[in-house]
């Protein structure tokens, strides 16, 4: 009986083994097949509309596909600001757009009239903070989003209007096209001087961030 046991066990380890490392296999060819496409269209990773923190002249860029839905965005938003704080003249972040969940394009949309009100960090903080409230996946109320902007100072009559103008829709239009031209398939996705995270991770953010630093300042 005993016997039988260990040889069962064996049998799951060996398959749970192959398993892990299938996985990882696989993940590394998707990896690699975004660098491959990342290096092939480096001009789609910024765009001129695209909402900027931290210095222009600054030697490294963060680019964050974000989705304002999405948890994890929310998750990874205090450690992009620590970075950026830790490396204040070195570091700046670029926001692209990848409005994944439902409702996601309308507050996008939102926090672009934000920008042309010069509210975009207020409402940004005020949406990402109060996410739980009005980013149920399910059934999302978007209508709460636009409320809590309104109480962060954003004009909201003005807001409606700017959401409808044709140019909203067609930044948009260009964030997800140049997403699924990277090979962008989640959020948040992060590229730093253009390179992929080799993991997905905040120690891996941080490293890579440090790398590129320390490269800027030789």
Known sequence: ???????????????ALFFYLGMNAYQKRVQNAQEVQVKAEQTRLVRMHSP??????????????????????RAFYPLVKDLMAKYPQDVKL???????????DQVVKLLESAKSQGKYQTVLEAVLAAQPAWADHGQPNIENAFKVAE???LD??????????????????????DLTALQV???????????NLPSFGPDQLTALVAEEVAKAKK
């Open 52 to 73: 900027v923190f931290g210095p222009q002249a600054a030697p490294v860029t963060i680019v964050e596909f974000f989705d304002p839905a999405c948890e994890t965005c």
């Open 1 to 15: 009986m005993n016997a039988k046991k260990f040889t069962v066990i064996g049998l799951m380890a060996i398959v």
């Open 94 to 104: 670029v926001i692209r757009y990848a409005p994944f969940h439902q409702g996601s």
């Open 185 to 195: 398939t989640k959020t948040p996705t992060f590229f730093v001087n253009g390179r």
């Open 151 to 153: 109480q962060a100072g």
């Open 156 to 177: 909201l009559e003005q807001a409606r209007k700017d959401i409808e103008k044709p140019s909203m829709q067609s930044l948009l239009q260009q964030d997800i096209e």
